[in-house]
């Protein structure tokens, strides 16, 4: 993957979802996400997970906790998330091959990118390309 480098990230899209264990399961077999941790409640619910992809990382937890997050994510819509991976074509055939719903195949953008995009189990849109912002340091 894009960026293998390590470390800790400075962003961190943060989802929420009716069904988390479901997610991660999606997340990392379809779109090989690594888990890095993943918390449960007392229910069984998902109250924390990390997931990580390259040198970016997404965290997520299961919907109906009552926690602030919670709370002012209910009325937010679904999430868009752009993940660079080095292969397009190689990650996009993990996620056919796991049932992922592919809204765009791999395909080669005006910019210079070649991305697909999909959307997983609750209706969030992942990208998944090869362009990768240019961030100063």
Same mark, same amino acid.
């Given at each position: ?29 379809? %779109?090989? %996400? ?10 069984? #619910? ?20 009552? #926690?602030? %997050? ?57 990208? %998944? ?9």
């Amino acid at each position: 993957m894009a960026g293998d480098e390590g470390g800790r990230p400075d962003i961190c899209p943060t989802l929420l979802y009716a069904d988390a264990k479901a997610a991660v399961r999606q997340l990392t077999e379809a %779109f090989g %996400f690594t888990a890095l941790a993943v918390y449960e409640g007392e229910d069984g #619910s998902v109250a924390h997970a990390e997931l990580a992809q390259g040198n970016g990382a997404v965290m997520l937890g299961s919907k109906g906790t009552g #926690s602030r %997050f919670d709370e002012a994510m209910k009325k937010a819509g679904p999430a868009g998330v752009y993940v660079v991976v080095a292969d397009v074509d190689a990650h996009h055939r993990r996620a056919v091959e796991h049932g992922a719903e592919i809204l765009m195949p791999p395909t080669d953008q005006d910019y210079g990118s070649r991305d697909y995009m999909a959307r997983d189990l609750e209706g969030n849109i992942w990208s %998944f390309g090869t362009y990768a912002p240019e961030v100063p340091g």
